[in-house]
């Protein structure tokens, strides 16, 4: 199996620790973003693994890692990013990571070991993250919903109660070629503005409307994103009090 690293953008809402590096290089407890996701995805089984680069590539290079490029990072959204590594999407199974997320390999090991075209991993113990990390958590959650059987019957939407919200995808999620196959059928669908502005939710709620079975793989281990300064420093005083971060 293959794994693939979405790591164009820069991450403004790190603020001046983006402006000499890309996001995915920011330090979590002694070690980059970008190497707690190598060590998971290894760990995985995940024998190759490529990086889509873009806001100052030249400084994400990792021995054994394949690079990818996206030119227009600067202009496009993360299905864009993805879709520079298609040629690996459509010939091998491919975890996919965010490049500002970390995690065990266990969890990503939960994405390979499933069988259907499309995974999505989903933190179920999302809510105490998001209440820790946000005055108001409804502002930054978004619906996530799944029937008895794991299937994914709705995210991305902005919810109105958070009772209503059955976990939040984690920026983790796995293809199949044929399920790569049904991502490019949607594509071509789009105009060309709409793929460049697209993002991953987006993405996979139009794949629902169209039947494209998702299964949703519910995680109990911790997760952590960074998107701000705040929550660097939130998982780094939790990691201090519990003696890691896992």
Same mark, same amino acid.
């Given at each position: ?136 958590? #409804? ?8 029937? =008895? !059987?794991?299937? *994914?019957? %709705?995210?991305?939407? /902005?919810?109105? $109660? ?10 983790? #999620? ?8 049904? =991502? !490019?059928?949607? *594509?071509? %669908?789009?105009?060309? /503005?709409?793929? $460049? ?10 794949? #629902? ?21 705040? $929550? ?15």
């Amino acid at each position: 199996m293959k794994a693939i690293i979405l790591a164009a953008g820069r991450g403004r809402r790190m603020g001046a620790r983006t402006d000499a590096g890309p996001k995915c290089l920011t330090m979590l407890c002694g070690k980059a973003l970008l190497d707690w996701q190598l060590e998971a995805l290894r760990a995985s089984g995940a024998d190759t693994v490529g990086i889509v680069r873009g806001y100052m590539a030249e400084h994400i290079v990792r021995d054994g890692v394949q690079p990818f490029h996206n030119p227009r990072w600067a202009e496009t959204n993360m299905v864009a990013s993805l879709v520079c590594a298609s040629s690996w999407l459509s010939s091998d199974d491919c975890l996919v990571s965010y490049s500002d997320i970390a995690y065990p390999g266990s969890t990503a090991r939960l994405l390979a070991d499933a069988q259907d075209d499309v995974v999505i991993a989903y933190a179920r113990r999302w809510r105490s993250l998001w209440e820790a990390r946000f005055e108001d958590p #409804l502002a930054d959650a978004e619906t996530f919903r799944v029937d =008895v !059987e794991g299937r *994914l019957l %709705e995210i991305g939407a /902005r919810p109105s $109660d958070l009772d209503d919200i059955q976990g939040q995808y984690m920026g983790l #999620l796995r293809f199949t070629p044929r399920g790569w196959r049904s =991502v !490019e059928r949607l *594509l071509q %669908e789009l105009s060309p /503005r709409r793929r $460049d502005e697209i993002d991953v939710t987006a993405m996979l709620q139009l794949l #629902l409307e169209r039947d494209q079975l998702i299964r949703a793989v519910p995680v109990e281990q911790p997760w952590y994103e960074v998107d701000t300064q705040s $929550d660097l420093e939130l998982y780094q005083a939790w990691a201090l009090r519990d003696g890691g971060l896992f």
